[in-house]
């Protein structure tokens, strides 16, 4: 959204060159200044926008500075029903074995590759459904994928850890 100043508009603007003009505009003028939405942009509305660390800020009626975050919103609004197929998924896996017994399995990522392998030549032969489970066997693979994306990025954090705690413990810098 833009901000709607008396004959012009302003695209979104780094916050600290949107607080100065704000400021300088009701310095030289005495007023409050309305946005597009007809809502005013007054002192206090202005303290908030410097302080909040949002470098691409949209203002509106409505505050919420999540420029650049991830918006999860487009994992669950945009499917819902594989996200349900894999959950279905690890339900049979919580039932048969244990919840999250998938994390403590040794040689978990060969492990994993095999089984999403075993998923995916089933298919290849024709067959959408795993016999045990009844499941499709996608929504197996994709849970395999997901435990293996899980591993590895838990690993890579582990890494970045030890890493960071030796330049630590070793004086780094």
Not at 15 to 32: P, S
Not at 151 to 173: D, F, N, P
């Amino acid at each position: 959204m833009r901000i709607r100043w008396p004959d012009m508009q302003l695209p979104p603007i780094n916050r600290r060159v949107l607080v100065d003009a704000l400021t300088f505009q009701m310095m030289t003028t005495g007023n409050d200044m309305s946005t597009a939405d007809g809502s005013w942009v007054n002192e206090q509305r202005i303290e908030r926008i410097g302080q909040n660390g949002n470098e691409g800020l949209h203002y509106g009626a409505g505050l919420k500075f999540d420029h650049g975050k991830v918006r999860i919103e487009l994992l669950i609004q945009g499917m819902p029903r594989a996200l349900e197929s894999v959950a279905q998924v690890l339900t049979f896996g919580a039932e048969k074995y244990a919840a999250h017994s998938w994390l403590h399995v040794e040689d978990n990522t060969n492990r994993y590759w095999g089984a999403k392998l075993r998923h995916e030549i089933a298919r290849a032969k024709g067959e959408s459904n795993d016999q045990e489970s009844g499941l499709l066997h996608l929504a197996h693979e994709a849970c395999n994928s997901l435990f293996l994306l899980e591993i590895a990025l838990r690993e890579r954090e582990e890494k970045h850890h030890i890493a960071g705690v030796s330049k630590m413990v070793g004086g780094g810098q």
